[in-house]
């Protein structure tokens, strides 16, 4: 039965692989693929002849040393040196060949898992995953859940699949077709070996065929029992590593409020305890790396002399040549280093099994966020071109760990409204936005959203690189003059942000919390919105700063006959708003055991009232 799991596993892995690898030789560069997939195997194929004509000069050239035959030593000698050259020319392309299709497959690979990643808000939906109900349960089994460091397994982990998938399997046919060819020269070569035992006489034809094989069977079985630690070390190394790195980057983009905290200490105590997990894994997979070079090493060696060991009494008989002796040895050689492919390549292969897992485990969480998609949600229609409201039906909001917010709510919203959201902390009013923007996951309903809405976050992102492609984001810069670039900075109350407009840097980390505020809201006043909902746009301003900018988003929208709706917790916000939404905390009652999470009982209740 334990024989029989390993083999399910062992299969299903192989399985996984195989949807991993054939999709880029099925894409739009299937032929290009295949073509240089089959000039690799058949250059592949082209030096494992040129070694079966090497094996055969090896007879000839030591046997001629042996007579004293210097014609045949200068004629196997001119024959040495147009196979070896060969032998170089195709060792060379077949390089050449293979880093070129390892590059190209990971060309494909990597735009084919960012489009997945940035298709349908994915990258957002992986992060809501890791606190859904159905990951909690997973997590609690020790079993992954969703991807850690997903910008690792794009980046490092394609790149080791298709280099370690193409050298792998080219080095594994390479052995199948040496072993071929090799088998037949040496069990020809090896003759018989006859012995007596309890009276008998056996014969074992083909001996040293016989004794390569079960050389190397011991070989593999010992490198597997010895090395299989290396599989999930490696696995756990990996994410060791990106957990660390992550952990690095977290710093530099939260250098200043860890500054002011004077948290370095601390951050040097995390990053230490993160290194310390780094080298400790380490540790114990060069450990398990060292027990198997032990053996490897050994095994390499000791194949040297044996083939020598086996054939030597024949040769002492007179019954081979010093040139058959020398071909039998490189013939050993070549089927024992066919059957150690797997003793050689073990950690290789424990690395590659290692990047498998990782990459097939970030395959099916983004195949779970892609069916979270399209699961029911909230609808987000656009109305027609005269229509200029928000119009929301019967839309239940909840959290990923199914905990519903709002149950059968519906709102309404016309031009020229200004309304205020407003709530405990916690109550659900950003997430409440996101439902209404169409990107949150864990809502039902459905949201008729005006045209041209913009939504503004708490955190804005502004892209490393030009302050123009920043404010311009994400639409590309050259959509906007100078003149109308300017006249937003100056809008938004930062002129001072003029000349830099075509400076590169990273604005997120070198803007203050106001700054980045005002520069989100040059955007808005830029683009010229309809609808602007405002999540806590302004609490990093001044009240005079906040009072002008506010003013002058409602000069933009009430122009254009819109509205705005913002979520903000200071009075001073409050006055620019003539309607409020308000989340209360809903009165308990009694529910069914039967009852679905979206028939829960709600955790709050939303109510619309005027503003005096």
Not at 52 to 65: C, M
Not at 320 to 336: H, K, N
Not at 376 to 388: E, F, I, K, R, S
Not at 519 to 548: C, G, H, M, Y
Request: aromatic share 12%.
């Amino acid at each position: 039965m334990q024989l029989l799991a390993k083999f399910s596993s062992f299969s299903h892995f192989i399985r996984r692989v195989t949807t991993l690898s054939l999709p880029y030789f099925q894409s739009e560069h299937k032929w290009q693929a295949r073509g240089m997939l089959l000039a690799i195997v058949t250059l592949n194929l082209g030096s494992v002849y040129l070694l079966v004509l090497i094996n055969d000069w090896n007879r000839v050239f030591y046997d001629a040393l042996q007579n004293k035959d210097a014609n045949v030593f200068w004629q196997q000698l001119w024959r040495f040196s147009y196979l070896a050259f060969s032998f170089i020319i195709v060792a060379v392309y077949k390089f050449y060949l293979t880093q070129l299709l390892e590059m190209r497959w990971r060309a494909w690979m990597t735009a084919h898992y960012l489009a997945r990643w940035l298709a349908n808000q994915t990258f957002y939906k992986l992060e809501l995953l890791r606190f859904s109900a159905s990951t909690t349960a997973a997590s609690q089994t020790g079993q992954p859940t969703s991807p850690d460091n997903p910008d690792q397994r794009i980046s490092e982990d394609i790149n080791q699949f298709t280099s370690a998938t193409v050298s792998l399997s080219m080095g594994l046919l390479n052995s199948v077709v040496t072993l071929i060819s090799f088998v037949g020269i040496l069990w020809g070569l090896s003759g018989a070996f006859a012995f007596s035992a309890g009276g008998s006489s056996y014969t074992i034809p083909g001996f040293m065929g016989w004794a390569a094989l079960l050389y190397c069977a011991l070989g593999s079985v010992l490198s597997h029992y010895i090395g299989r630690q290396q599989i999930p070390l490696n696995f756990k190394q990996q994410a060791l590593e990106a957990d660390f790195r992550h952990h690095m980057v977290r710093v530099r983009e939260y250098s200043e409020a860890i500054a002011l905290d004077r948290g370095e200490q601390v951050e040097r105590t995390h990053l230490g305890t993160r290194f310390s997990h780094v080298l400790s894994n380490y540790l114990a997979l060069l450990k398990a790396q060292k027990n198997l070079i032990w053996f490897t090493v050994g095994f390499g060696q000791a194949a040297v002399i044996f083939p020598f060991v086996v054939a030597a009494p024949r040769y002492f008989s007179g019954a081979i040549a010093l040139g058959e002796l020398m071909q039998i040895a490189s013939a050993f050689g070549q089927v024992q280093g066919a059957l150690s492919w797997f003793v050689d390549n073990y950690s290789s292969l424990a690395s590659w099994r290692a990047t498998t897992d990782r990459l097939t485990s970030f395959d099916d969480s983004m195949a779970a966020s892609e069916a979270l998609a399209a699961q029911p949600m909230t609808t987000v229609d656009t109305p027609a071109a005269d229509a200029n409201h928000l119009t929301v039906n019967n839309l239940t909001l909840a959290l990923p760990d199914g905990q519903v917010l709002l149950a059968h709510t519906s709102l309404k919203a016309q031009a020229g409204d200004a309304i205020l959201l407003s709530g405990p902390s916690g109550s659900g009013k950003s997430t409440l936005f996101r439902a209404l923007a169409g990107i949150w996951p864990f809502s039902k309903g459905q949201v008729q959203l005006p045209l041209n809405a913009m939504f503004v976050p708490q955190r804005p992102y502004f892209p490393h690189g030009r302050l123009r492609d920043a404010l311009a984001y994400p639409k590309p810069a050259t959509s906007y003059t100078d003149a109308m670039l300017q006249e937003a900075l100056t809008q938004a109350l930062l002129p001072q942000l003029i000349p830099r407009l075509d400076d590169e840097d990273a604005w997120g980390q070198i803007l203050s919390g106001g700054e980045q505020q005002r520069l989100a809201i040059a955007r808005v006043l830029l683009k010229k919105p309809t609808w602007i909902f405002a999540d806590e746009a302004t609490s990093a301003l001044d009240v005079d700063a906040e009072n002008t900018l506010y003013k002058r988003l409602l000069a933009g929208v009430n122009t254009a006959q819109g509205a705005i709706i913002s979520i903000a917790h200071r009075p001073s916000v409050a006055a620019f708003h003539n309607q409020a939404w308000t989340l209360e905390k809903a009165r308990p009652r009694a529910v069914s055991h039967n009852s679905s999470s979206t028939d829960s009982p709600a955790a709050y209740t939303l109510a619309a009232a005027q503003r005096s």
